[in-house]
């Protein structure tokens, strides 16, 4: 092994002496190129070769050869001596045994092949592209490379053309295939027709080669043999959308779509989108600023046929739903003349989307439509639009938190309670409240009151909603923590913290930001130690996984190191460190 090792060394002898010659390197310098590359010639030697060490190999004589230009430039040397070419012969002779033990690593092959294509060494590259196919014929990306090196570097379009038809054959099912094929064929018309122009040669748009039938057969060859792929036929649409003189291929592939995905909401929405973006075949100009423009009208013409499609497809209505909206948000000025129409035309095709499926349309679809801004409607819509969505669905949280804050707005404390209980009654015929569901349905009444200043009614909403369910609900303890800090100081939070163990005495993996957030405000004052170690042994029983406990263990050790008791401190943290990986 050190043999071999020393007379690839020793073949590098005449480039490092021009190196030295020439004032790249110093002599001191040299000799320390020498030891690493003896180094790494020793790791590619072992006995079970590793990859990783091929590609540090490389990637150190790159950073050598980047210094060589810098320095090359610096001392303003032109001429092309040895050590020019050394250096890129090395690269490539580390390449080679790398290929040659790994041959079937792709991701090396694809390394080679840039290195190739960025020193311009097209005799090597017209010997390494077919090995590397050889080896990986279904390897798609090596394919796709192979075919732009001819098309694109070589101009040779009849050998790419000849490659992709020989990756087509082996990978007939490959989208990524098709659309460079596809993609090479617009180009070489749309190269064809600039030439001709540049020639002052008379135009041939009226001839089907022109007009894109050699694309248009790429196309309906990819769509026999990946016939239901609608993201494949996407891919294609924006593909042709780049290219000058692509109408005729575009509608053939909405075409296509329309006819073979009339079951798909997606489709309507891709074919109303291309709609919109169009800006070849559909004026934007609008006769007047609130007027639409074309390809918006066009938009909402295909969501019409898509609703009359499929009026019972609850997928359709939400997709044309949330396209419209789309629209509408992006109209910077609801309240203008065109944004009263678009918003105008989402609440009509809600309208029709709730009488059409009724219970079919999901209870977060009645929400939007209680947001949406109608010209001189007031709070009262938005509220009987989500009462009819509860006649439907009677025990949804959703639907009743937005009903709530809508209330909220409109009424004090007092006239919330009614709906609050109302609210509460309906949620719990489907079983025991959450304590999630409990969070939803108090917070819009706790901060009605607590923006109110009613601190005995706000203290009686955090005990009912505690007394609601099983479960603790984390988010109104938290918030009934913050609030007695707020009103009642440090009293405040030890009382709020009393009710809150007392009410769940066994805890919950939901009380344990709880817990530390009251014991971390609490901890610095004095008369609270009690409460406070009680807050963290809750809180470490409830952890639900190992991280969660180790960190209330670490907080309970500061607590207790702040309050002088240094052994108890340490004895939490000897347990935080030598807790369980398992959870």
Partial sequence: MADAVEQLLERQIPALRDFVARRIMTSAEAKALVEQRRLHEYRLQRRAARKVDFVRYVEY??????????????????????????????VFFIFERAVRKFQGDPDLWLQYIDFSIGQRAEKRLGTLFPRALQLHPRNVSLWIRAASWQYFDLSDATAARVLLHRALRINPRAPALWLQYFKMEFHYVSKLGARRDALGLEAQSSSSFHRGAVPRAVFDNAVMSIPHSLDLRVGFLRLASQFDNSDNVTDHILASIASDFREDPQAWIVRATHC????????????????????????????????????????????????????????????????????????????????????????????????????????????????????????????????????????????????????LAAVSTAGPLPGSSVDRLYLPVVEKSFQAGDDAATNALFRCALACGPDPPAAMCCQWIRWAHVSGGVAGVENALSGILEAFPGGGAALVPCLIEAATTLGSHAGAENIVRRAFTV?????????????????????????????????????????????
């Avoid at 050598?64 to 012969?89: H, P």
């Avoid at 209870?363 to 009462?387: F, N, T």
């Fill in 61 to 90: 004589e790159l950073k050598v050869d980047a210094l060589r230009r810098i320095r090359k430039a610096r001392l303003q040397l032109t001429k092309q001596t040895t050590s020019d070419f050394a250096q890129v012969t090395h």
């Fill in 276 to 423: 919109l973006s169009d800006q070849k075949a559909l004026s934007r100009k609008r006769l007047r600023s609130e007027d639409l423009c074309a390809g918006e009208v066009a938009s909402v013409c295909v969501l019409e046929q898509g609703v009359a499609a499929l009026p019972n497809s609850t997928a359709m209505w939400s997709a044309c739903t949330d396209f419209l909206i789309q629209i509408a948000t992006a109209e910077p000025t609801p309240l203008s003349s065109r944004g009263k129409i678009l918003w105008s035309m989402v609440d009509n095709l809600f309208e029709r989307a709730a009488a059409t499926l009724g219970k079919s349309l999901h209870p977060c679809r009645y929400i939007e439509w209680a947001g949406v801004p109608v010209d001189g409607a007031g709070p009262s819509r938005g509220e009987a639009i989500l009462r009819r969505g509860l006649g439907f669905h009677g025990s949804s949280v959703e639907l009743w938190e937005s009903l709530l804050r809508a209330r909220c707005w409109a009424t004090p404390v007092g006239g919330t309670m009614a709906m609050l209980r109302e609210a």
């Fill in 539 to 583: 809180a470490a029983r409830c952890a639900s996984n190992v991280g969660t406990e180790r960190a209330v263990l670490e907080a309970h050790a500061e607590f207790e190191h702040g309050n002088s008791r240094l052994d108890e401190a340490e004895a939490l943290r000897w347990r935080a460190q030598h807790l369980s990986t398992s959870v």
